[in-house]
């Protein structure tokens, strides 16, 4: 009876598990669908001319698909250099948070020292003011410094409310490296800092590459500081160059798009990157058998 | 870019408020006395913070700063675009924290907040004596005035006006509407949902409001007394809601998305061929007719109907102030540049903008233009939007909502208007929430 009753079940089983499967099938596609659209909508309406974006008939596909928007772009005054601005400072966003992030993270996480507990709380409670709230101050602050309408100045703005996020998100990473790994790196006559840049590091690759991608993105799109910071087209970023295109009177939405793909561009490339680092370093875990 | 569009926004509040909470712990409003005409010569950089966005605002902007150049050869114009969204709260920043530019555009509704923070010099004494004063009646200085001291110079006005489909009124046998009786019975007359045409492009989206408040004043009522407190007319109220609403809930001679159509919507519906007419202001006329043409065989313009019990079509003047004295004489220059009558006339054919130059007003270039012809009308017989305390407020959240409200048949003109009348007293006593 057993041996009888064993096909059935697995064909039974086999169904269910197909069923289960299209199920699953079926939700991937839809978020895929959900989340894909708007990034296709954009690619496709980048690929209009004006004339094609506003009808009376909604057309999905280009009747007469042209590049003209990324060319009016590219040769607008001034675009090129916003896109070249954001870039730079985005980089040395990402730098100068890793940076200092990096010692303030690892030397929470390794030491044990009186207020370390209340600079964690002020660096959480930092993150939960409003960013705007820091505009004047740090305007104030910048002017002082002569910095203002100036990269580096911008740079250094977001590096104050991006870091409070790197020192957090690195601390984490820094606390699943187990310690006697960077004892025995000890033992064996390292320095401090050897253990952290040869042990740790390595082994928190994953974390690092993740935050700072986070950072990336956080630093690419930033509008409100741009805006505020920067005057100048010489020092404008990207987001402001975007924004400045909406007027109450026209919304050039080819040229948006082809603006919006331009700019995710960048990012889709860092992470590509990143994601190959990312997978690498989990695979590599010093505790894995 | 439109003194309508100027209503606070919560985030932009949030903006303003933070930098100016903050600044006053820094930095008091300076004094300061009026400035002179200045005597010397023009010359070095000065900055003039703006925010024009359309490529026909820009080359208008590009084309005046090379006339300004070329008139000033020692003087040099560094132009900075700021988005109209966010100006108040880079404008604030800047007076508070530092690095003011030299001179700014000055949207009339904003003057006396920009005054208030110590933002604005005050040109009183200069404006005296300019010579080109008597090309400005006394009332284009108004808006910019506070406690008598006048703050900018007048560089064009907003005129309200409508656009209307030439060639569909000519297939209906239909003439331009007149009065309110007549644009009905027009927008009725040229809507065909079966092909996809409308009669008017109601805006029921944001920045609608306005318009509801003058269909209001065109029935006759008041919005506020002498006094400044509310004074609507519950009656004439009720009948203003019951005709506007009616284009939409009886006629269905508005599109039916209209409680969404905001000026992106309702402008792409006329210059896309599904609206037949539409309420705006000259400064949409490049770009109409950059998709409709100039010859006048598609489309026109025309003053706003007249309605049952007054003739409302409003004029608003828009300014350039001086934000840093630094360089009076260049500042200065710079100004009465824009208010001369030819930058205005260049201004105007290129973006739509009705000069506030009496003399430009009276030029050819504009008078010989068809299109002009119903803004230089208004400009002559034009009204002036009510002004007080907690309009921004009212208009906002209580006009546009109720009379979405009305237009979703969720409420009644005559209760609308009830709740036009509670949200007005509210809204001038500073506890509407």
């Known amino acids: 009876m057993l041996t009888q009753k064993r096909p059935h079940r697995q064909a039974s089983h086999k169904r269910t598990q197909a069923i289960y499967d299209g199920i699953a099938t079926l939700i991937i596609i839809a978020t895929l669908v959900f989340g894909l659209f708007p990034v296709i909508w954009t690619a496709l309406t980048s690929l209009k001319s004006e004339k094609d974006v506003v009808t009376d008939q909604l057309q999905y596909i280009p009747r007469n698909p042209t590049l003209e928007n990324y060319s009016t772009l590219i040769n607008r005054s001034g675009y090129a250099t916003m896109f070249q601005n954001s870039g730079i400072v985005t980089v040395m966003t990402v730098i100068m948070c890793l940076l200092v992030g990096t010692f303030a993270a690892y030397s929470i996480s390794r030491y044990r020292f009186r207020g370390r507990g209340a600079i964690l709380t002020f660096y959480l409670v930092v993150r939960m003011f409003p960013v705007v709230l820091m505009l004047l101050p740090l305007y104030i602050m910048l002017r002082s410094l002569r910095l203002i309408d100036t990269l580096f100045g911008l740079a250094l703005t977001y590096t104050t409310f991006s870091l409070p996020v790197s020192l957090l998100m690195l601390k984490g990473f820094f606390d699943a490296v187990p310690a006697d790994l960077e004892d025995a790196a000890r033992i064996d006559g390292t320095t401090r800092l050897g253990a952290l840049f040869r042990v740790v590091m390595p082994l928190a690759r994953s974390g690092v590459a993740a935050t700072a991608v986070l950072l990336a993105v956080s630093a690419w799109n930033e509008f409100l500081f741009a805006l505020m910071m920067t005057n100048s087209e010489s020092s404008r970023t990207w987001p402001v160059g975007l924004q400045l295109m909406v007027g109450e009177f026209q919304l050039p939405w080819g040229l948006m798009a082809a603006g919006g793909m331009i700019s995710i561009l960048p990012i889709i490339i860092f992470f590509s990157f990143a994601q190959r680092a990312l997978v690498r370093g989990l695979m590599v875990g010093a505790v894995k058998g | ?433």
């Open chain 2, 1 to 433: 870019m439109s003194p309508r569009k100027n209503a606070l926004s919560r985030r932009t509040f949030l903006k303003a408020a933070a930098a100016v909470g903050a600044g006053a712990a820094v930095a008091g409003a300076p004094v300061r006395s009026s400035m002179a005409a200045p005597s010397n010569a023009p010359t070095g950089k000065i900055t003039y913070w703006h925010h024009y966005t359309s490529e026909s605002e820009m080359a208008g902007l590009k084309t005046g700063v090379e006339m300004f150049e070329a008139k000033y050869p020692g003087a040099k114009v560094e132009t900075v675009t700021v988005p109209n969204a966010d100006f108040m709260a880079k404008f604030t920043l800047a007076v508070q924290g530092g690095g003011k530019p030299n001179t700014t555009m000055v949207a009339a509704d904003r003057v006396p907040d920009m005054v208030a923070m110590g933002g604005l010099v005050d040109l009183t004494g200069a404006i005296a004596r300019w010579d080109q004063k008597r090309n400005f009646p006394a009332e284009r200085f108004k808006a910019a005035s506070v406690d008598g001291k006048i703050y900018g110079v007048p560089s064009f006005m907003f005129v309200d006006w409508m656009y209307y489909r030439v060639d569909w009124f000519a297939e209906k046998g239909l003439r331009p509407p007149t009065t309110f009786d007549d644009f009905f019975k027009a927008a009725v007359a040229l809507t065909d949902p079966a092909k996809g045409r409308w009669g008017f492009g109601m805006r029921g989206g944001p920045g609608g409001q306005g318009l509801v408040v003058q269909v209001i004043r065109a029935f006759g009522s008041p919005i506020v007394d002498a006094q400044g407190k509310g004074a609507l007319d519950i009656k004439k109220t009720t009948e203003a809601l019951d005709w506007y609403s009616s284009l939409h809930t009886k006629a269905k001679a508005v599109p039916p998305s209209v409680t969404n159509d905001s000026f992106r919507q309702i402008m792409e519906a006329f210059r896309t061929g599904k609206t037949g007419m539409v309420w705006h202001h000259t400064g949409s006329l490049a770009d109409v007719q950059a998709d409709l043409g100039n010859d006048g065989k598609k489309f026109m313009s025309l003053a706003r109907p007249r309605g049952p019990a007054a003739f409302i079509n409003d004029v608003s003047p828009s300014y350039n102030g001086i934000v840093d004295g630094s360089n009076p004489e260049a500042s200065w220059a710079w100004l009465t540049h824009w208010a001369s009558a030819d930058t205005q006339i260049m201004l105007m054919q290129k973006t739509g903008y009705v000069p506030s130059n009496a003399s430009a007003a009276r030029d050819k270039r504009i008078t010989g233009n068809p299109y002009y012809r119903a803004a230089i009308q208004a400009l002559q017989r034009g009204t002036t939007a009510p002004q007080f305390q907690g309009q921004p407020a009212w208009t906002s959240k209580v006009v546009l909502p109720t009379f979405q409200r009305i237009l979703l048949g969720e409420m009644t003109p005559a209760q609308g208007a009830e709740e036009f009348a509670k949200g007005l007293d509210k809204a001038i006593a500073g506890t509407l929430a």
